[in-house]
């Protein structure tokens, strides 16, 4: 079975650094696109980071210059280094994998995403 797990999250101040790992299993994710998304209580999922199998990546402008998307095929994990941390930095974080169409960070809501598979997410709280 298919299946996605965070790790990484936790609390930081404002400026300080966090890193979340994603662990793929029971499906070959090496040739599909895979992401970070996030959301924040009371707001829409967005999508924050994708990188394509190539290694090719996309971000968020919230989040461009301050976090980097990073994949390893051979263990079948992405990572999220965040930098910089801000407070509306905090929310769920998700992994994602597979949806079809573009590796790509779309706003708004995009159907697609919801098709590919998902793991249960893991917090980051940044306090000011």
């Known amino acids: 079975q298919a299946q996605l797990v965070e790790s990484g999250g936790g609390s930081v101040q404002a400026g300080g650094s966090l890193r979340l790992s994603c662990t793929a299993s029971?499906?070959?994710?090496?040739?599909?696109?895979m992401g970070w998304f996030r959301q924040r209580p009371g707001e829409e999922r967005e999508a924050v980071a994708a990188?394509?199998?190539?290694?090719?990546?996309a971000y968020a402008d919230s989040v461009k210059g301050r976090f980097i998307i990073s994949r390893d095929n051979l263990k079948t994990t992405i990572d999220l280094q965040m930098n910089s941390l801000k407070p509306e930095d905090t929310a769920m974080y998700y992994c994602?994998?597979?949806?079809?169409?573009?590796?790509?960070?779309?706003?708004?809501?995009?159907?697609?995403?919801?098709?590919?598979?998902w793991g249960q997410g893991t917090q980051v709280t940044v306090s000011s």
């Open positions: 029971g499906y070959s994710y090496r040739r599909v696109c």
């Open positions: 990188i394509a199998s190539d290694g090719v990546a």
């Open positions: 994602a994998a597979g949806w079809p169409g573009p590796c790509v960070v779309r706003i708004g809501p995009y159907g697609a995403y919801d098709r590919g598979v």
